[in-house]
């Protein structure tokens, strides 16, 4: 098949299509451009509300921490049983019925201007250990049913303080994303016996285009179906369901690839990268899931240069996403960028 002409490709997690137009790459850009986003960032900001010893806006004082540091969202999207009411659901037309959750904040670094790709290997495996642990925590709650790891990095992607932080949704209910991908994975090892994601990983390592970064446990790849022009998958090498399952050398790997991607993004257009990111693991339902293979994706905004985005409109809204620029070539582009951030260079 020509990919140089207009085709589609199938997602295999979710089932949707993509449409892809690599004729398109070469239009001129007359769109929206946008403001590039500062980057000297103070060490301590006094009025942030994420920095150590700071008063947040409800009142409280953060302790003066010194690695990760974890508290419920101040303004949480979910409420527990307890805040929230009786369980109750609406019938017929208008269906609706009672979410109950959590949400937590944490902080990667008492640093205000550092993200993941300028911390260093010991400090970004301290984070994935605060996300192993708050997940395990989070997930032995008897009305939480799936927990959501995931980051906003950057204005652009809607983060409200630039100070580096995560958020975790645990929620008494599967979400869309994470349920639609867990019944195609089902379904494929019904079907095949085997695991979608270890048989996808295999077909990606044959073909060596779009993988971007590899150690001994875990593979960053440009997915066949990406939406997003850097858009990126972090696949566990071996089969394991959730962050609480990751041994110690996985906890390492982990932190190691996160660098790897993040740091390429930033050396991209040399600046700091917005996108939001987030993990797919295992429900905490009480069923065995030998389906659900950990990992996670990156979707980044960014599309031609550091002030110009890609946006999700038109026939991307009312038919199905499109994108201009190839897989392979978006791959090509990230793996090819130096492993050294720019600023250290």
Known sequence: MNFDRPHRRLNLL???????????????????VEKVPPENLPQYDPTCYLCPGNKRSVGVVNPPYTGTFVFDNDFAALLTPEENGDDQRTTGLFVAEEENGICRVICFSPRHDLSIPEMTQEEV????????????????????????????????MGASNPHPHSQIWATGHIPNEPATELERQAVYLAEHGSC??????????????????????????????????????????HHIASMPD???????GLADILRQVTTRYDNLFEISFP??????????????????????????????????????????MLGMPQRDLTPETAAQRLRELPSTHYRLR
């Open 125 to 156: 495996e301290a984070v994935v250990r605060t996300w192993s642990d708050q997940t395990l925590d989070l997930g032995q709650k008897d009305f939480i049913q799936y927990v959501q790891v995931f980051e906003n990095k950057g204005a652009m």
């Open 275 to 316: 996108y939001s990111m987030g993990f797919h693991q295992a429900p905490f339902d009480g069923k065995p899931h030998p389906e659900q293979h950990f990992h996670a994706h990156y979707y980044p905004p960014l599309l031609r240069s550091a002030t110009v985005r890609k946006f999700m409109v038109g026939f991307e």
């Open 196 to 237: 979608l994601l270890c048989d996808y990983l295999e077909a990606e390592r044959r073909s060596g285009e779009r993988i971007i970064a590899v150690n001994d446990d875990f593979t960053a790849v440009v997915p066949f179906w990406a939406i997003w022009p850097f858009e990126v998958l972090v696949l566990a090498n």
């Open 246 to 252: 990751l041994s110690p050398r996985q906890v390492s």
């Open 14 to 32: 979710t089932g949707q299509w993509v449409l892809v137009s690599p004729h398109r790459a070469k239009r001129p850009w007359l769109g929206q």
